[in-house]
Structure formats: C-alpha cells, structure tokens
C-alpha cells in the first residue's frame, strides 16, 4: 500500500508541469515517452532501496515459504485484499500514464502487467529471506489484481464495477512504526464501486446520478494490534470481520479538458472517500454514519 501511495505523489509531482501540452510536446528538453522512461526507473530504484532499509536490511534468514491462513489468517483476509488492490492500481495508475505518454496499446499493457508483476514477485521472494517468508496466497492476489485490470481493459463493460481503498487510522499502532498505514488493517476498508447509472438500461438512467455510485465493502475489527499476526488477541476484543455499505462518487463522471488532469482525475477515482453507509460486524450489530471513515 506504501508504495502506491508513493506512486501517486512521485509521479503526479515529475509529470505536473507538462499539463496541458500536447502529446508530442517536450518536457526537459525530453518528449513524453522519455520522461515516462526515467521516471519509472527512478522510481523503482528508489522504491526498492526504502523497502530494503524498512524491512529488509539486517533480517536476512534461510528462505521459508509459509501458509498464513488466507481468508483466516492474523488480518482475517484484509492483508490479502490489500495484495489485490495495491497491485490492481498499478496496473491502471501505470496504464493511464503510458497513454499519457502515448505509447501504443500493446505496450502499455505490457509494461502496465509487467512492472506490478515483477514487484509483487520480488517482495514475495525477499521476504522469503526474512522472518515474515514467501506467501503464495499474497503473490495469487497480487496477480489477480492485475488480471482484473487487464479484463477491464479488454472489456469496458466490467469498468462499471471498480475496486477502491479507503483509509482511516484505528489508532493502534502495528508491528512497528514504519508501518502504520500499511499494516493498520483496522483502518482499511477495501470496495467493489458499482457505476449505477452506467448498468442502468438506457430508459432508466435518468433517474440516478452520473456521479454517484454504490459501494460495498470489507475490512476487520481488532487486527492491528502489534501481535495479531501471532494469533494473540486484542485488548479490545477478538478479532471481527467488517462489512460495509456505502454511496461512492463516480469521479470519472466529471469532465476534464486537461489530458494530465483527466489522467490524476481517473487515478484518484480509485480511492473511495467519506460519504453516507453503514458498516456491519456480524453478531455486534449495525452501524450507520453520515460520513463513513471505517
């Protein structure tokens, strides 16, 4: 998740002052393609030095391949949902970009599956070397989040149904400070939008907003805690599934002039953010909030 939201800011701050110029137009005395080119180099680069200083330096152990439990494991699932997510964004961050920068369709897919691929690969195989071990579970969906992305770029229909993350801290700080919004699963909720008025049949769309979408939610209660993953229980209680249901805000029904600002416009629409629903926790009730944080 980390890295996703480092994403965001490397290359939205790199790409800001082209915006507004036309494909071909130059950047740093370089075209668009180019800077793409360098940008994501460097910025591998620099991701994979944080991650070996976070968590990696100084924890090197014989390689462990491990089975945490999947759906029933310390996070009750969250964790995996966050592997789908963080790489399903980046397969369509990387996307838009490439079209921004022009490349051609075959090429930005296959840089756009290629890279998530390779990194949730790499992490997976590193952590292999610590104590944390490889997760097969983790590296399945990592690939499904990128295959999602790839059906709905082959087939539009499916772009009616988006998956999105939000993030609210719980206050409870996990396994380490390096790692509070990544591992503070408590805070996480993770979404399927559903585009309402674009599944609506033609005669029907006039009566639902173009803006306003239907989410449903997932998360878990009690899961941050600094020794979930080693099945120890919360002060706060055991550990709970979440659901949650929710308006959404369709974001790629505003309309942008700008193709830079259609690119972060349609980036950040994979976030989901504060609007009416309620979250359910089986067996301790229903909740309903005007502004739903987590």
Same mark, same amino acid.
């Given at each position: 998740m980390?890295?996703?939201i480092?994403?965001?800011?490397?290359?939205?701050t790199?790409f800001?002052?082209?915006?507004?110029?036309?494909?071909?137009?130059?950047?740093?005395?370089?075209?668009? &393609?180019?800077?793409?080119?360098?940008?994501?180099?460097?910025?591998?680069?620099a991701s994979?030095?944080?991650?070996?200083q976070?968590?990696w330096?100084?924890?090197?152990?014989p390689? &462990?391949?491990?089975?945490?439990g999947?759906?029933?494991?310390?996070?009750?699932?969250?964790?995996?949902?966050?592997?789908? #997510?963080?790489?399903y964004?980046?397969?369509?961050?990387?996307?838009?970009?490439?079209?921004?920068?022009?490349?051609?369709k075959?090429?930005s897919?296959?840089?756009?599956?290629?890279i998530?691929?390779?990194y949730?690969?790499?992490?997976e195989? =590193?952590?292999?070397f610590?104590?944390?071990?490889?997760?097969?579970?983790?590296?399945?969906?990592?690939?499904?989040?990128?295959? #999602?992305?790839?059906?709905?770029?082959?087939?539009?229909?499916?772009?009616?149904?988006?998956?999105?993350?939000?993030?609210?801290?719980?206050?409870?700080?996990?396994l380490?400070?390096?790692?509070?919004?990544a591992? %503070?699963y408590?805070?996480?909720?993770?979404w399927?939008?559903?585009?309402?008025?674009?599944?609506?049949?033609?005669?029907? &769309?006039g009566?639902?907003?173009?803006?306003?979408?239907?989410?449903?939610?997932?998360?878990?209660?009690?899961?941050?805690?600094?020794?979930a993953?080693?099945?120890?229980?919360?002060?706060?209680?055991?550990?709970m599934r979440?659901?949650?249901?929710?308006l %959404?805000y369709?974001?790629?029904?505003?309309?942008?002039? %700008?193709?830079?600002?259609?690119?972060?416009? =349609?980036?950040?629409?994979?976030?989901?953010?504060?609007?009416?629903?309620?979250?359910?926790?089986?067996?301790?009730?229903?909740?309903?909030?005007?502004?739903?944080l987590?």
């Open positions: 980390k890295r996703s480092l994403t965001i800011f490397f290359v939205a790199l800001r002052s082209s915006a507004g110029q036309e494909r071909d137009s130059l950047f740093l005395g370089m075209n668009r &393609k180019t800077v793409l080119n360098y940008s994501l180099t460097a910025y591998s680069l994979f030095y944080v991650e070996y976070w968590w330096k100084g924890n090197y152990k390689f &462990k391949y491990g089975n945490d999947f759906l029933n494991n310390y996070s009750l699932g969250v964790d995996k949902a966050g592997h789908f #997510y963080t790489s964004f980046y397969f369509q961050a990387l996307y838009e970009f490439m079209e921004w920068g022009g490349f051609d075959t090429t897919m296959v840089t756009s599956m290629a998530p691929a390779f949730a690969l790499s992490i195989l =590193n952590d292999g610590t104590y944390f071990s490889f997760s097969g579970y983790d590296l399945t969906a990592n690939m499904l989040g990128i295959g #999602y992305g790839v059906l709905q770029r082959q087939y539009p229909y499916l772009n009616h149904f988006k998956f999105k993350w939000s993030y609210y801290p719980s206050g409870t700080i996990p380490d400070d390096k790692f509070i919004i591992n %503070d408590d805070g996480h909720i993770y399927l939008s559903t585009d309402v008025h674009g599944i609506l049949p033609e005669p029907m &769309k009566y639902w907003p173009k803006f306003l979408n239907i989410a449903v939610g997932y998360g878990a209660k009690n899961v941050s805690h600094r020794n993953w080693l099945g120890e229980i919360s002060s706060k209680g055991p550990k979440k659901f949650a249901v929710s %959404d369709n974001l790629g029904s505003l309309n942008v002039d %700008d193709d830079f600002l259609n690119v972060l416009r =349609n980036i950040v629409d994979y976030f989901h953010y504060p609007a009416p629903g309620m979250t359910i926790v089986p067996g301790h009730g229903t909740e309903v909030k005007p502004f739903l987590h």
